[in-house]
């Protein structure tokens, strides 16, 4: 394209030769190219950018030029004009449940495409994400209480389904409950919590935590009996005071140190 060309020309009666004549010049016109292959993600979150690929056909062997090709964006139905030209629609832009449409004619550099494609991409709800948490190592006297982290990419408001397993076996008089009191809880128990976050439309992944309740120490008390003495006589000391938060007092070890250590 865009070539210019003339002929040059003499001719004989076959006696004699004419002159050399030009003829008039001819300019090789641009072709249209063919916009072809236009594809756009049907379905997309508010967390993913929209981007439209398209390529050309050109029987003059020229490249796709990005940009001087026409590229319209609109958003349910209304024209998006900073979009002009763009190949890609960022996330930051779209919600949920908008309906994005992208029309091409492809540019080889000199001229537009005779005809324009277009294709159209849905933004569809995002699933939620959730975190929880149990303590550690947490005590038999404290209640066990659970941490939750979610977010939602379009702000919908989150409700949770909360699960409670104890050694194993589901503690069903529990579930959706963030806090499990100390009284049900005991040295050694296992608990395991498992919760998923729901949008009004989609369930994120479970999310799962678990701890052992810790034993915690008993309390030791002593009882002197008798406080004052004469040398010769017995001490008498009690532990029958002591307690355990968490169980039964069952054994006890008795140091005895006088004023000289």
Request: proline content about 3%.
């Amino acid at each position: 394209a865009g070539d210019e060309w003339k002929a040059q020309i003499r001719v004989s009666d076959g006696q004699a030769w004419s002159d050399w004549f030009w003829s008039n010049e001819v300019i090789v016109l641009n072709s249209n190219p063919v916009t072809i292959d236009l594809t756009l993600t049907e379905s997309l979150t508010t967390t993913e950018d929209i981007t439209a690929q398209f390529s050309i056909e050109d029987v003059d062997m020229h490249e796709l030029n990005i940009a001087m090709s026409e590229i319209v964006w609109t958003k349910n139905g209304s024209v998006i004009q900073s979009l002009n030209g763009q190949m890609t629609v960022p996330s930051s832009m779209t919600s949920k449940g908008d309906i994005w449409q992208v029309s091409v004619r492809g540019s080889d550099g000199y001229s537009l495409s005779s005809n324009t494609l277009t294709a159209t991409s849905e933004i569809i709800n995002s699933i939620p994400n959730i975190s929880v948490q149990l303590e550690s190592s947490p005590s038999s006297d404290q209640n066990l209480s659970l941490s939750i982290t979610s977010s939602d990419s379009d702000n919908d408001e989150l409700t949770y389904t909360i699960k409670w397993y104890r050694n194993g076996f589901k503690a069903g008089q529990f579930e959706n409950q963030s806090v499990i009191s100390s009284e049900f809880l005991g040295p050694g128990q296992i608990w395991r919590v498992e919760a998923v976050a729901y949008d009004g439309q989609s369930f994120s992944v479970s999310s799962t935590s678990e701890a052992t309740i810790a034993n915690t120490l008993p309390n030791p008390v002593i009882s002197v009996l008798e406080e004052n003495l004469w040398i010769g006589e017995t001490i008498t000391l009690d532990a029958s005071q002591s307690f355990d938060s968490d169980g039964l007092i069952t054994n006890a070890i008795w140091v005895w140190s006088d004023s000289l250590g």
